[in-house]
C-alpha cells in the first residue's frame, strides 16, 4: 500500500520510506486532517461566496451594491430593500407572486408524481404491443430541444384559448409529458425483484392492486428525488410562464423578479436581491427537509438488481 | 436577452405556421363597445415598478374618459418582453397595443405583423415632423413615438470642482474633448478616470457619420460608411487607450452591470440623456449635467432626437379604432406627461410636453433637448433587420480592441466581416 502519500512529507526527501499506516503516527495524522479540513472549507468559501453576496447585498442601500462597491458588509445596514421587495409591484401584492410561485409548483409535483409513476409502471411491468416502440419515443423527446417546441405549443394553445391560464403550464405534467422522470422510475422499477409482483398476481391482485400496494410504498426515494426536482424546476421556471401568462396578478417570482432591473430606466438591485433571498427560501426549505432522499433516490439508481 | 439569429429563426418559423392558421380562419368582423358592454384591447409593456405604477394610473384615466373601452395592461421585463413577442408573433396572438423599440420596429414592421396607423385616427399634428420618419418603413406607419431621448456628454459637477477643473461648455472638437478627458484622468490620480472609451458606443459613431454629413446607412439596407470611415473614428481614441483618460475595459467588465459613471469611475460618460435617473441612483450623486456631443464643425453637431419608445398596434386586432383611440391618448394627452413625466424620454407630441410641468432632474433632461433644437437633423429610420446584432458586434470589437487583442485596422476588418455576413444573410 504505497498508494496513499501524506501531503506533509515533501516528494524530495530521499531515501523514500516505504509508506505504512500502521506506523503513521498520531501527530501526522492529526497533521493530515487538518490540512484536509483546511482545504475543504477553503472551497466551501469558494462555493458559498456568491450566495454570501447575495445575503450580504439585501441589506445594503441600492447604490452600495455591485460597481465599485468591493466590501461585503455594508455599515449601512438595513430592511429597507425587503420592504420594498414586499410593496410588490405594478399593484400586486409579493405575495400574491409566492402563492402563484406555489400553486405551480405544488400542481407540478402532483401531476409529475401522479402521471410519471403510472406510465413508469406500464414500462416496467406490462407487456404491450409495441412497448419498447414506445418506450424509445418517449426517450428521444429527452433528446428534442425545448425551444424547437415553444412556438408549435403555444400556437396549439393560443387556438385552444388557454392562453394567460396555468393549464399549459400544467397540462404536461399531468400527461407524464417529463420524459425525464418516466424514464428515472422505470430504471427504478426494473431493479425491483419481478419476485414480488409475481407473488402478489398469484395472490389473485391485479394491475392496480399490484401498483398501489407493492409498486409505490417501494418507489419512495424516486417518488421523492422527482418531487424535489420537479418543485425547483418548477419554483425557477422563467420562459413557461413568460409566454403563457399575460396578467400581472398571475405571474410567478421569476417573472417578478426581473421587473426591479430595467437597464433602459434605473434598477433597484437591493430590492432585487432581497426578493431572491425571499424566493430561495422555500426552496431551500424544502431541500433542507427532503436532502436525505435525494442522495437515497438517485444512488440506488445506480444499483444492479 | 434573445439574440437577433434565434428571433428571427423564431418568427420566420412561426410565421409560416401562423399562415397557415390563419388561411383557415375569416377574419372577425371589427368590433365597437358601449359603456354597458365595453371592448377590452390589450395593452403590454417593458419596464420597471416604477413605470407599472404609472402607466396603470394612465389608464385608469382612460378608462374613465372612455367608458366603452377597457385595457388590459400586462408587463415584463426588456429581453423577456421581445422572447414573448417573438412567440406571440409567429402564434398570431399579438396585443392590440404595445410599446415598441427603434430597433425592432423593421424586424416586425416588414414581416406584416403591425397595423399600418395611417389607416386609424391619431393625430400626429403636434409631432415634430422630423420625427414621424422614424415609426415609417416604405411610405407606412407602423410606430407613433411618445416620447424622445438625444446624445449628450454626462458629467459630475462636483467631482470636477473637487479636481479643479473647469466645468466644460459643450462647445468643443474632438481634440479638445480628448484633452479634457486627458485632463480628468490626470488630475483623478488613479481614483477618477476621464470616460469610457466613446469610440466604442454604435450611436455616437452614428453621430459622427453625421457629423461628416454620412449615413449609416443607405436606402436599401446595406452599409453607407466605408472601413476607412471606421478605421477614422476607433483612431480618434487610439492615443488615450491604456492611459487614465479612459477606464481600462477590465475594470468596466469588473463593474457591469452598473455603468463605470454610475459608479463614480469616471468623470464623464457619452451616452443618451434619458439615462440621467438612472445615473443619479447608482451614482448617489448630488447633480450631473448635460453637454452636447464634440464635433469638428461647429454648425452641425450630428445630433437627432431618436424616439426613446414608440406606440404600436397589432395588425390583427379586432379593435382598430379603440386601440388608435388609446394610443392617441397615451401619446397626445397632456395629463399623460404628467404621469410620466421624463420616465419615457422627454414627451414627444408639443400638445403633451407643454401641459407637462418639468422640475429637478427632468427639467435637466427638458432644457438639454431645448437647447440643441437648433442643431437637430432627422430622426434615423428604423434601423435594418439584424441591427441588435449589429450593434453589439460593434460593442464586443471594440471592446476587444480596448483589451489590446485587436488593432484598429484588425476591429475594422473583423466588425465588417461580421456586418456584411449578417446584411447578407438577412437580405
Request: charged share 20%.
Given at each position: 500500500?504505497t498508494?496513499?502519500?501524506?501531503?506533509t512529507?515533501?516528494?524530495a526527501?530521499a531515501?523514500?520510506?516505504?509508506?505504512?499506516?500502521?506506523?503513521?503516527?498520531?501527530?501526522?495524522?492529526?497533521?493530515?486532517?487538518a490540512?484536509?479540513?483546511?482545504?475543504a472549507l477553503?472551497?466551501?468559501?469558494?462555493?458559498?461566496?456568491?450566495?454570501?453576496?447575495?445575503?450580504?447585498?439585501?441589506?445594503k442601500?441600492?447604490?452600495?451594491?455591485?460597481?465599485a462597491?468591493?466590501?461585503?458588509?455594508?455599515s449601512?445596514?438595513?430592511?429597507?430593500?425587503?420592504?420594498?421587495?414586499?410593496?410588490?409591484i405594478?399593484?400586486?401584492s409579493?405575495l400574491?407572486?409566492?402563492?402563484?410561485?406555489?400553486i405551480?409548483?405544488i400542481?407540478?409535483v402532483?401531476?409529475?408524481i401522479?402521471?410519471?409513476?403510472?406510465?413508469?409502471?406500464a414500462?416496467?411491468?406490462?407487456?404491450f404491443?409495441?412497448?419498447?416502440?414506445?418506450?424509445g419515443?418517449?426517450?428521444?423527446?429527452?433528446?428534442?430541444?425545448?425551444?424547437?417546441?415553444?412556438?408549435p405549443?403555444?400556437?396549439?394553445?393560443?387556438?385552444?384559448?388557454?392562453?394567460?391560464t396555468?393549464?399549459?403550464?400544467?397540462i404536461?405534467?399531468?400527461?407524464?409529458a417529463d420524459?425525464?422522470?418516466?424514464?428515472l422510475?422505470?430504471?427504478?422499477?426494473r431493479?425491483?425483484p419481478?419476485?414480488?409482483?409475481?407473488?402478489?398476481?398469484i395472490?389473485?391482485a391485479?394491475h392496480?392492486?399490484i401498483?398501489t400496494s407493492?409498486?409505490?410504498?417501494?418507489?419512495?426515494?424516486?417518488?421523492?428525488?422527482?418531487s424535489?426536482?420537479s418543485?425547483?424546476?418548477?419554483w425557477?421556471?422563467?420562459l413557461?410562464?413568460?409566454?403563457?401568462?399575460?396578467?400581472?396578478?398571475?405571474?410567478?417570482l421569476?417573472?417578478?423578479?426581473?421587473?426591479?432591473?430595467?437597464?433602459?430606466?434605473?434598477?433597484d438591485y437591493?430590492?432585487?436581491i432581497?426578493?431572491?433571498?425571499?424566493?430561495l427560501?422555500?426552496v431551500?426549505?424544502f431541500?433542507?427537509?427532503?436532502q436525505?432522499?435525494?442522495?437515497?433516490?438517485?444512488?440506488?439508481?445506480?444499483?444492479?438488481? | 436577452?434573445?439574440?437577433r439569429?434565434?428571433?428571427?429563426?423564431?418568427?420566420?418559423?412561426?410565421?409560416?405556421?401562423a399562415?397557415?392558421?390563419?388561411?383557415?380562419?375569416?377574419?372577425?368582423?371589427?368590433?365597437?363597445?358601449?359603456?354597458?358592454?365595453?371592448?377590452?384591447?390589450?395593452?403590454?409593456?417593458?419596464?420597471?415598478?416604477?413605470?407599472?405604477?404609472?402607466?396603470r394610473?394612465?389608464?385608469?384615466?382612460?378608462e374613465?374618459?372612455?367608458?366603452?373601452i377597457?385595457?388590459?395592461?400586462n408587463?415584463?421585463d426588456?429581453?423577456?418582453y421581445?422572447?414573448?413577442?417573438a412567440?406571440e408573433a409567429?402564434?398570431?396572438?399579438l396585443?392590440?397595443?404595445?410599446?415598441?423599440?427603434?430597433?425592432?420596429?423593421?424586424?416586425y414592421?416588414?414581416?406584416?405583423?403591425?397595423?399600418?396607423?395611417?389607416?386609424?385616427?391619431?393625430?400626429?399634428d403636434a409631432f415634430?415632423?422630423s420625427?414621424l420618419?422614424?415609426?415609417?418603413?416604405?411610405?407606412?406607419t407602423y410606430?407613433?413615438p411618445?416620447s424622445?431621448?438625444?446624445?449628450?456628454?454626462?458629467?459630475?459637477?462636483?467631482?470636477?470642482?473637487?479636481?479643479?477643473?473647469a466645468e466644460?461648455?459643450?462647445?468643443?472638437?474632438?481634440?479638445?474633448?480628448?484633452?479634457?478627458?486627458?485632463e480628468?484622468?490626470a488630475?483623478g490620480?488613479g481614483?477618477?478616470?476621464?470616460?469610457?472609451?466613446y469610440?466604442?458606443?454604435?450611436?455616437m459613431?452614428?453621430?459622427?457619420?453625421?457629423?461628416?454629413?454620412?449615413?449609416?446607412?443607405?436606402?436599401?439596407?446595406?452599409?453607407?460608411?466605408?472601413?476607412?470611415?471606421l478605421?477614422?473614428?476607433w483612431?480618434?481614441t487610439?492615443?488615450?487607450?491604456?492611459?487614465p483618460?479612459?477606464?481600462?475595459e477590465?475594470?468596466?467588465?469588473?463593474?457591469?452591470?452598473k455603468s463605470?459613471?454610475?459608479s463614480?469611475?469616471?468623470?464623464?460618460?457619452?451616452?443618451?440623456?434619458?439615462?440621467?435617473?438612472?445615473?443619479l441612483?447608482?451614482?448617489?450623486?448630488k447633480?450631473?449635467?448635460?453637454?452636447?456631443?464634440?464635433?469638428?464643425?461647429k454648425?452641425?453637431?450630428g445630433?437627432f432626437?431618436?424616439p426613446?419608445?414608440?406606440?404600436?398596434?397589432s395588425?390583427?386586432?379586432?379593435?382598430?379604432?379603440a386601440a388608435?383611440?388609446?394610443?392617441?391618448?397615451?401619446?397626445?394627452?397632456?395629463?399623460?406627461?404628467?404621469?410620466?413625466?421624463?420616465?419615457?424620454?422627454?414627451?414627444?407630441?408639443k400638445?403633451?410636453?407643454?401641459?407637462?410641468?418639468?422640475?429637478g432632474?427632468?427639467?435637466?433632461v427638458?432644457?438639454?433637448?431645448?437647447?440643441i433644437?437648433?442643431?437637430?437633423?432627422?430622426?434615423?429610420?428604423?434601423?435594418?433587420?439584424?441591427?441588435?446584432?449589429?450593434e453589439?458586434?460593434?460593442k464586443?470589437?471594440?471592446?476587444d480592441?480596448?483589451?489590446g487583442k485587436?488593432?484598429?485596422?484588425g476591429?475594422?476588418?473583423?466588425?465588417?466581416k461580421?456586418?456584411?455576413?449578417?446584411i447578407?444573410?438577412?437580405?
Amino acid at each position: 500500500m504505497t498508494t496513499m502519500a501524506t501531503p506533509t512529507k515533501p516528494a524530495a526527501e530521499a531515501p523514500a520510506p516505504v509508506y505504512n499506516p500502521k506506523s503513521e503516527s498520531a501527530g501526522a495524522k492529526r497533521t493530515k486532517s487538518a490540512i484536509f479540513h483546511i482545504v475543504a472549507l477553503a472551497l466551501t468559501g469558494v462555493v458559498l461566496y456568491p450566495a454570501l453576496w447575495m445575503i450580504a447585498s439585501s441589506f445594503k442601500p441600492n447604490s452600495e451594491i455591485g460597481g465599485a462597491n468591493t466590501s461585503l458588509w455594508s455599515s449601512n445596514f438595513s430592511f429597507d430593500n425587503f420592504v420594498t421587495a414586499m410593496d410588490g409591484i405594478g399593484g400586486v401584492s409579493t405575495l400574491q407572486f409566492f402563492t402563484n410561485s406555489l400553486i405551480l409548483a405544488i400542481g407540478a409535483v402532483v401531476g409529475t408524481i401522479l402521471s410519471a409513476s403510472v406510465s413508469a409502471y406500464a414500462f416496467a411491468r406490462i407487456k404491450f404491443p409495441g412497448r419498447s416502440v414506445f418506450f424509445g419515443m418517449m426517450i428521444a423527446t429527452l433528446l428534442l430541444p425545448f425551444h424547437v417546441v415553444i412556438i408549435p405549443q403555444y400556437i396549439v394553445f393560443q387556438q385552444l384559448g388557454l392562453v394567460d391560464t396555468y393549464i399549459p403550464l400544467l397540462i404536461g405534467k399531468f400527461l407524464a409529458a417529463d420524459a425525464f422522470f418516466v424514464f428515472l422510475m422505470v430504471q427504478f422499477m426494473r431493479n425491483l425483484p419481478a419476485e414480488l409482483d409475481e407473488a402478489a398476481r398469484i395472490d389473485g391482485a391485479g394491475h392496480v392492486r399490484i401498483f398501489t400496494s407493492i409498486m409505490l410504498p417501494l418507489m419512495k426515494p424516486a417518488l421523492i428525488s422527482t418531487s424535489i426536482f420537479s418543485f425547483i424546476w418548477s419554483w425557477n421556471d422563467f420562459l413557461g410562464p413568460l409566454l403563457y401568462l399575460n396578467t400581472p396578478e398571475k405571474y410567478p417570482l421569476p417573472l417578478a423578479l426581473r421587473l426591479f432591473v430595467d437597464q433602459t430606466q434605473s434598477s433597484d438591485y437591493g430590492a432585487m436581491i432581497a426578493m431572491s433571498v425571499l424566493a430561495l427560501l422555500p426552496v431551500l426549505i424544502f431541500f433542507l427537509v427532503f436532502q436525505r432522499y435525494i442522495v437515497e433516490g438517485v444512488s440506488t439508481q445506480g444499483l444492479k438488481g | 436577452m434573445i439574440d437577433r439569429r434565434k428571433f428571427l429563426t423564431t418568427v420566420a418559423l412561426g410565421t409560416a405556421s401562423a399562415a397557415v392558421l390563419a388561411a383557415c380562419g375569416a377574419p372577425a368582423p371589427a368590433q365597437t363597445g358601449s359603456a354597458e358592454n365595453p371592448v377590452t384591447i390589450n395593452y403590454t409593456w417593458w419596464g420597471n415598478d416604477d413605470r407599472a405604477e404609472r402607466t396603470r394610473k394612465a389608464i385608469a384615466l382612460f378608462e374613465e374618459k372612455n367608458k366603452d373601452i377597457k385595457v388590459n395592461g400586462n408587463f415584463t421585463d426588456f429581453a423577456g418582453y421581445w422572447q414573448k413577442r417573438a412567440t406571440e408573433a409567429a402564434g398570431g396572438g399579438l396585443p392590440d397595443v404595445m410599446q415598441f423599440d427603434l430597433s425592432y420596429m423593421r424586424d416586425y414592421g416588414q414581416r406584416n405583423q403591425l397595423l399600418d396607423l395611417g389607416t386609424v385616427k391619431i393625430n400626429t399634428d403636434a409631432f415634430d415632423k422630423s420625427l414621424l420618419p422614424s415609426g415609417q418603413i416604405r411610405g407606412k406607419t407602423y410606430g407613433i413615438p411618445t416620447s424622445t431621448n438625444a446624445f449628450a456628454v454626462y458629467y459630475d459637477p462636483a467631482k470636477l470642482a473637487s479636481l479643479g477643473i473647469a466645468e466644460p461648455d459643450g462647445t468643443w472638437n474632438y481634440d479638445e474633448f480628448n484633452k479634457f478627458l486627458a485632463e480628468v484622468g490626470a488630475k483623478g490620480n488613479g481614483a477618477l478616470f476621464g470616460g469610457t472609451d466613446y469610440t466604442g458606443v454604435w450611436w455616437m459613431f452614428n453621430v459622427w457619420l453625421r457629423q461628416n454629413n454620412i449615413e449609416a446607412f443607405t436606402e436599401d439596407g446595406k452599409l453607407g460608411f466605408t472601413k476607412d470611415d471606421l478605421k477614422k473614428w476607433w483612431n480618434l481614441t487610439a492615443d488615450l487607450r491604456g492611459t487614465p483618460a479612459l477606464v481600462s475595459e477590465e475594470r468596466v467588465t469588473q463593474l457591469a452591470p452598473k455603468s463605470p459613471f454610475g459608479s463614480n469611475v469616471t468623470g464623464t460618460e457619452v451616452t443618451w440623456d434619458n439615462f440621467m435617473a438612472g445615473y443619479l441612483a447608482d451614482s448617489g450623486a448630488k447633480e450631473l449635467k448635460l453637454v452636447p456631443v464634440p464635433s469638428d464643425d461647429k454648425d452641425n453637431l450630428g445630433l437627432f432626437l431618436k424616439p426613446s419608445m414608440l406606440m404600436a398596434a397589432s395588425a390583427k386586432t379586432k379593435n382598430k379604432d379603440a386601440a388608435a383611440r388609446f394610443i392617441d391618448f397615451m401619446v397626445n394627452d397632456p395629463e399623460v406627461g404628467q404621469i410620466f413625466k421624463t420616465s419615457r424620454g422627454v414627451p414627444a407630441s408639443k400638445t403633451q410636453r407643454d401641459g407637462t410641468t418639468f422640475e429637478g432632474t427632468d427639467k435637466l433632461v427638458v432644457d438639454y433637448e431645448k437647447s440643441i433644437e437648433k442643431y437637430l437633423k432627422d430622426a434615423p429610420e428604423p434601423p435594418i433587420v439584424g441591427f441588435g446584432t449589429l450593434e453589439a458586434s460593434f460593442k464586443r470589437v471594440a471592446s476587444d480592441m480596448n483589451y489590446g487583442k485587436l488593432t484598429v485596422d484588425g476591429a475594422a476588418d473583423a466588425w465588417f466581416k461580421e456586418a456584411e455576413d449578417l446584411i447578407k444573410q438577412n437580405a
